[in-house]
């Protein structure tokens, strides 16, 4: 129903920015949260961050507070993740991902997330 594609992601030193781009087709209408996920070599997938559809609502992981932004823009389908002063650490693929219903609050678990795309490298050096 939905489908995402992520884009932007690259080797980047640390202390540098990344903007990470996903695009979603499809039926769009069932779109609703949006979120960012990543999964680092030997780790579980975890959530950085998540909006909801007004966009007034946002979630960041304590890791990334503060140096990452989340935002969206419903008129072109679209969520980014502006990665700001980024760390070796951040170092993983990044997932974009969608709700297909509404909540009342932002979620932050995977288990709520129905369309996945198919990740986006992201590579911090130091």
């Known amino acids: 129903q939905v489908q995402l594609v992520e884009s932007g992601g690259g080797l980047v030193q640390a202390g540098g920015s990344l903007r990470l781009s996903c695009a979603a087709s499809?039926?769009?209408?069932?779109?609703?949260?949006m979120g960012w996920f990543r999964q680092a070599p030997g780790k579980e997938r975890e959530v950085v961050a998540a909006i909801n559809w007004s966009g007034a609502d946002t979630y960041y992981a304590d890791s990334v507070k503060g140096r990452f932004t989340i935002s969206r823009d419903n008129a072109k389908n679209a969520v980014y993740l502006q990665m700001s002063s980024l760390k070796p650490e951040d170092t993983a693929t990044y997932y974009c991902?969608?709700?297909?219903?509404?909540?009342?609050?932002?979620?932050?678990?995977?288990?709520?997330?129905?369309?996945w795309g198919q990740g986006t490298q992201v590579t911090v050096s130091s």
């Open positions: 991902a969608t709700t297909s219903r509404a909540y009342t609050i932002v979620q932050v678990t995977d288990r709520a997330y129905d369309y």
């Open positions: 499809g039926r769009t209408f069932n779109i609703y949260a």
